[in-house]
């Protein structure tokens, strides 16, 4: 299965790029490269601005896992137009997706949701869509798109109609509710100045 990061949002809301913010030393996008090198057979990046990650490339050769960075194919659709680009350049018929301004994403609530992507059996692939269900929230931003998704996702970038829960209607969805507990909360994402400082606050909480 392919694992998608996507970064290019415009971060309007906190005037920083995301990614780069440092969680205990080491930015977000570093540490999700990490855990994804760990689970997934190629890796894409999805951004505006590829020259910022120019510098990841290195640590993929001999043998690791091949890092691949795209730019969206339709600019400005958000988070629906890089999930429609990341489905698109993926060589797997599933991939999995998550923004790039989660800090606490965790490889095990990971493999959980691919395990019910791959379904042992249980006829996982004829969902298109395999997204968490945890707290009464789906987290479509941490979930399994098949490329069985592209058409719709394409007309809908095109048309300007970015809300992704929206669409949901029109595909098969298979919602993970068994979460493994973490210590920190996988699904939390930083879109202003305070909620990085929850995130560091967390942190020392947890140790």
């Not at 629906?80 to 606490?104: H, Q, R, V, W």
């Not at 993970?176 to 879109?191: M, S, V, Y």
């Not at 967390?202 to 140790?207: D, F, Q, R, V």
Request: proline share 5%; net charge positive.
């Amino acid at each position: 299965m392919t694992g998608v990061i996507l970064s290019g949002g415009r971060n309007s809301r906190i005037g920083l790029k995301k990614a780069f913010l440092e969680i205990e030393g080491k930015r977000i996008i570093d540490r999700t490269v990490e855990i994804y090198k760990k689970v997934f057979d190629e890796i894409l990046i999805i951004t505006n601005t590829p020259e910022d990650y120019q510098y990841l490339s290195p640590k993929f050769l001999m043998g690791d896992p091949k890092l691949k960075i795209y730019t969206d194919l339709i600019p400005h659709r958000g988070s629906l137009g890089g999930i429609y680009t990341g489905l698109n350049y993926s060589k797997s018929e599933y991939a999995f997706f998550s923004a790039c301004d989660m800090p606490f994403i965790n490889e095990k609530v990971i493999r959980h949701i691919i395990k019910g992507a791959r379904g042992n059996g249980q006829g996982a692939k004829d969902y298109d869509i395999i997204v968490p269900y945890f707290k009464r929230r789906l987290h479509p931003l941490h979930a399994v798109y098949s490329k069985r998704c592209l058409q719709i996702f394409k007309e809908m970038a095109e048309e300007d109609r970015l809300k992704i829960k929206d669409l949901f209607s029109r595909f098969k969805v298979k919602r993970i509710t068994d979460i493994p507990e973490t210590k920190l909360p996988p699904f939390f994402n930083i879109n202003t100045i305070e909620d990085y400082k929850k995130a560091v606050s967390a942190l020392n909480k947890s140790k």
